[in-house]
């Protein structure tokens, strides 16, 4: 079966960066868009940002030029590097790809969710 994995949460100062990562892993043929979504404190999940199998980024307003979404197709694997972190930025973030798997089934799949906390 397929399995998203993030690692890289944690508490960071405000101004701090933290390096979200997140691994795809299993019966994979290939990946499409992945993404990065996160649900802050009492709100509904939002998206972040979001990269393409040939690398193009797309951003969410309040995050461009703070945060940077980058993949490396051959480890299955897609970074959020955070910059310039705000106390508003504290959320549980969780990745998202759409995986083709080798039975050729395309499917959403999401990880389980790292905590982001900024705070001083």
């Known amino acids: 079966q397929v399995q998203l994995v993030e690692s890289g949460g944690g508490l960071v100062q405000p101004g701090g960066s933290l390096r979200l990562s997140c691994a795809a892993s299993g019966n994979i043929a290939s990946i499409g868009v992945m993404g990065w979504y996160r649900q802050p404190p009492g709100k509904q999940r939002e998206l972040v940002a979001t990269?393409?199998?040939?690398?193009?980024?797309n951003y969410l307003d309040f995050v461009k030029g703070r945060f940077t979404i980058s993949r490396d197709n051959a480890k299955n694997t897609v970074y959020l590097q955070m910059n310039s972190l705000e106390p508003e930025d504290t959320a549980v973030y969780y990745c998202n790809a759409v995986i083709t798997t080798s039975w050729r089934l395309t499917s959403n799949y999401w990880g389980q969710g790292t905590q982001v906390t900024v705070s001083s």
């Open positions: 990269i393409t199998s040939g690398g193009s980024p």
